[in-house]
């Protein structure tokens, strides 16, 4: 059964229980949405973690690209598992994952022990920057259910931008608790790479590069630059007005055309979060960040940065 009726099944059996008490209705809704993911991960070849909105649209873009230059494939169709796969059994099954829902069917919401042997990315991103394109992805972007099932303030709710960022139920501090918590299990993932959108930023053909190593599909360097120059910002923005991406359901699709915060691709600038506070305001969120977010992934003061290949170069 593909991942396509896997889904569509999961809405009915979610839709039937519209009798239930709105939290044992959130209980099994999540349980199910675990269910899934614990398949996936079971049948990936390779998994790639983040928070939302910490740049996997863009990656998910460029790997895609990569791979209809290798086997001829139409633009519209970007990896969702194993859809590519299905067409071409050589593409690898590549889950990507927000880790939201697995701790709700595992029962083990302390360890990420699922994915010790599975080979994972890791993506990261400055925590501050996230929890402003969060706010953006709620406030434009996020269907009533999701805002429901993952405690982010209702739909219509009158909610600051900084007010957003500093709540715990959705906003830097829950990025951070999510960052934490994959840094204290690091060790534990047999095959790692962790990448910083920052460096993706910086470099995008060598990280791609990089990424695509690791998965074990290397790239030629034709594919890794079409795969870059296709999903350059104002190209991906061109194609998301255009709906290039249908079929990948809302994920690349803008709410509103002529709104520029309803496009996935809203302003992918690094550190664009200090363009939207006052001083005070930044000061707060950047002493959060300092004090909470433990080291290792170069945010906050950690000067030792990350060694974004160390693992994967075994």
């Given amino acids: 059964m593909n991942m396509a009726v896997r889904t569509t099944m999961r809405h009915l059996i979610s839709y039937s229980l519209f009798f239930l008490p709105e939290e044992r209705r959130t209980s099994i809704e999540r349980w199910l949405r675990g269910h899934e993911d614990a398949r996936k991960l079971a049948l990936a070849d390779c998994v ?17 690209r990569v791979f ?15 859809n590519l796969h299905s067409r071409v059994p050589a593409i690898p099954l590549i889950f990507f994952t927000h880790d939201n829902y697995l701790k709700d069917y595992t029962k083990q919401p302390d360890t990420k022990q699922p994915y010790y042997a599975k080979k994972v990315i890791l993506m990261v991103r400055d925590p501050a920057d996230v929890a402003v394109s ?70 995008p053909k060598d990280m791609l590069r990089r990424v695509l190593d690791f998965i074990g599909s ?39 055309r002529s709104n520029p915060n309803t496009y996935k691709v809203r302003r992918a600038k690094v550190g664009g ?25 170069g945010y906050g003061g950690d000067d030792a940065g990350v060694k974004t290949d160390a693992r994967a170069a075994g």
Avoid at 231 to 249: I, P
């Fill in 134 to 203: 969060q706010y953006f992805q709620w406030k434009f972007r996020m269907t009533d259910r999701k805002k429901t099932i993952n405690e982010y303030p209702p739909a219509g709710a009158d909610v600051s931008l900084f007010d957003f960022v500093m709540m715990p139920s959705c906003g830097l501090p829950k990025i951070i608790d999510f960052m934490n918590g994959w840094a204290r299990d690091l060790s534990n993932i047999r095959d790692l790479m962790i990448i910083r959108y920052e460096d993706l930023r910086t470099d």
């Fill in 218 to 256: 290397p790239a030629s360097e034709d594919e890794l630059q079409q795969a870059v120059e296709f999903a350059s910002v104002d190209n991906m923005r061109a194609l998301e007005q255009k709906r290039v991406f249908w079929l990948s359901g809302r994920r690349m699709l803008a709410k509103d």
């Fill in 68 to 82: 209809q230059v290798r086997h001829g494939l139409a633009q519209r169709h970007l990896i969702a598992f194993d």
């Fill in 273 to 297: 979060y200090r363009d939207d506070f006052t001083p005070e305001q930044l000061a707060s969120i950047d002493a959060m960040v300092a004090s909470r977010l433990l080291p290792g992934f």
């Fill in 48 to 64: 790639i973690v983040s928070f939302g909105k910490s740049g996997r649209t863009w990656l998910r873009v460029m790997l895609s």
